[in-house]
């Protein structure tokens, strides 16, 4: 499969479809028993507290991969990303309530490069906070 956009159909400034990714404690045990990531901050609210933590917080991993499904469901092939990094900044808290927590992902066309790849930088958002900084995808497109 290779990328549905055309390197000719973008430039820099170029903003991919905003997502929300809606998270809860169901989530990250599902989360927890797919990656092996059992760690009690992650599903023990008063583990989480004892520990300093406002109160339980999604998986990193779990958030960082949240964030780039706004790139591979542009591209319509997660084979077309060739680097992603981020740097965290801020967890993602999850109440345990109705609502839990939401990921507010945008994304944009930041860096035309060689061989057809572009730079999309990303925006990560829980509760209006920053949750990831530098988070930044290298694209192979068509």
Same mark, same amino acid.
């Given at each position: 499969?290779? %990328?549905? !956009? ?6 820099? =400034? &170029?903003?991919? *479809?905003?997502? %929300? ?13 797919? %990656?092996?990531?059992?760690? *009690? !901050?992650?599903?023990?609210? @008063? ?9 339980? !917080?999604?998986?990193?991993?779990? &958030? ?6 706004? $790139? ?5 092939? *997660? ?5 992603? =990094?981020?740097?965290? &900044?801020? *967890? ?6 109705? @609502?839990?927590?939401? !990921? ?18 990303? &925006? $990560?958002?829980?509760?209006?906070? @920053?949750?990831?900084?530098? %988070? ?7």
């Amino acid at each position: 499969m290779t %990328s549905k !956009i055309a390197f000719a159909d973008v430039e820099v =400034g &170029t903003e991919l *479809p905003a997502r %929300s990714f809606p998270v809860d404690r169901a989530t990250l045990v599902r989360y927890a028993g797919a %990656s092996g990531d059992f760690n *009690p !901050i992650h599903w023990n609210e @008063k583990f989480a507290v004892a520990v300093g933590l406002p109160d339980v !917080i999604a998986h990193g991993m779990f &958030t960082m991969a949240e964030a780039v499904r706004v $790139v591979t469901d542009w591209t319509g092939d *997660p084979g077309a990303v060739v680097e992603y =990094g981020v740097r965290f &900044t801020k *967890p993602v808290v999850v109440p345990n309530d109705d @609502k839990g927590a939401v !990921i507010e992902v945008s994304g944009k066309v930041a860096a035309l490069l060689d061989d057809n790849r572009v730079r999309v930088d990303l &925006t $990560v958002t829980s509760a209006d906070e @920053k949750v990831l900084t530098m %988070s930044r995808a290298v694209v192979q497109l068509g």
